[in-house]
């Protein structure tokens, strides 16, 4: 499943920094704005302990973990909504993405400009918060302006999306995101072919200095109090820290590196697991000679559908499958003990996939 991060944030807050440290791909990083063009995108490894302990007791030929893409999208600055620095071109980047990073500068260091002259992460987020917002104002208007006919001579569909799409631009008009109205279904369906950029999911991400790494400081906890209400999470991590990480050639010396930090895990790990998360993915696995492999579906998927993910094929063809839950399988050890054990079930269409379910399809086409 090909599901899109997009990376927002003002100029020279360390996102470029951040995607590098996330991604292969090598975006430019720069002291001065608009030091990417265009969107770069990195084809992440999802961290999931799980796979490699299959992988113990499977020793197949090859691992292949599950992966998301992150987008790197150019600095935003005040009147990108209107077209200025680049503004039109990031803002149709973010909404082909299904969920946003947001990096905000939570560090001092007089070395690195800012493109508003000093460190304030609250207004830097009003900023960019103001630009979507004024875009999906935009949005909204001119679905209003399709259906108005259709509304005035009284066509039942037209007037509900009418109302739902009235609730949402004075949500918007009062400097709000729409992720925090109060919306029914019925509103969300009639704004799900705009696409509103302040609809999607998003995390915010505290980019602070070494010092800061474990404790935060009082950047973070103004973030963490502006947010709030938008039950959005916050993650803290030092971009020039996970930099030098992503330098150290071997698994162990970056263990070590952590250590000595005293981080359990890196950064980048703990952004890349929120995430999937942030997305509603979940992971099921295949286990055999050949390979390992971790799958990415949809929290609430069917077998049938998780199925698809592998192959069309699969899912039209579907008849059953053979399911061992991940904690099964770790304390049999094998497919084979799981089985004598009673652990391997048969399950049928309507049976919703578990989290780190480990899995056979039978199917027939």
Not at 10 to 25: D, E, I, R
Request: proline letters at 2%.
């Amino acid at each position: 499943m090909a599901l899109q991060c997009g990376i927002v944030g003002l100029p020279n807050v360390g996102k470029s920094t951040l995607f590098n440290c996330l991604s292969n791909a090598k975006a430019q990083a720069a002291n001065f704005p608009f030091c990417t063009i265009d969107p770069n995108v990195g084809v992440i490894t999802v961290p999931d302990e799980r796979i490699n302990k299959l992988a113990e007791f499977v020793k197949p030929n090859r691992i292949v973990p599950t992966t998301i893409e992150i987008v790197d999208i150019a600095g935003l600055v005040k009147g990108a909504s209107k077209g200025e620095g680049l503004g039109n071109q990031f803002l149709g980047n973010i909404r082909e993405t299904n969920a946003i990073i947001h990096v905000l500068r939570c560090f001092e260091n007089e070395n690195i400009i800012h493109v508003d002259g000093s460190v304030n992460p609250i207004r830097d987020k009003d900023v960019i918060d103001t630009e979507l917002q004024l875009k999906d104002i935009e949005s909204v208007e001119k679905k209003l302006l399709r259906i108005a006919r259709a509304a005035k001579t009284g066509d039942k569909d037209a007037v509900k999306a009418e109302q739902s799409l009235n609730k949402f631009k004075a949500h918007l008009e009062d400097g709000n995101n729409a992720r925090t109205l109060d919306a029914t279904e019925e509103d969300l369906k009639h704004v799900e072919d705009i696409f509103l950029l302040t609809l999607k999911p998003v995390m915010y991400v505290c980019n602070v200095d070494e010092a800061s790494v474990n404790t935060g400081n009082k950047y973070v906890e103004q973030v963490k109090e502006a947010v709030k209400i938008e039950n959005a999470e916050v993650i803290v991590i030092s971009a020039a820290i996970e930099a030098d990480i992503a330098q150290l050639e071997s698994y162990e010396d970056r263990q070590a590196f952590l250590q000595d930090l005293g981080l359990s895990e890196s950064g980048v790990a703990k952004l890349i697991k929120s995430a999937y998360k942030m997305l509603n993915l979940i992971t099921y696995f295949t286990a055999g000679v050949q390979e390992v492999r971790a799958w990415t579906i949809e929290k609430g998927f069917k077998a049938p559908q998780a199925a698809g993910v592998i192959h069309s094929d699969f899912e039209r063809g579907f008849i059953k499958a053979e399911v061992i839950h991940y904690d099964d399988y770790l304390k049999y050890g094998s497919e084979a003990a799981c089985r004598d054990a009673g652990k391997l079930s048969m399950e049928g269409k309507e049976y919703i996939v578990w989290d780190g379910d480990v899995m056979h399809f039978k199917f027939n086409v």
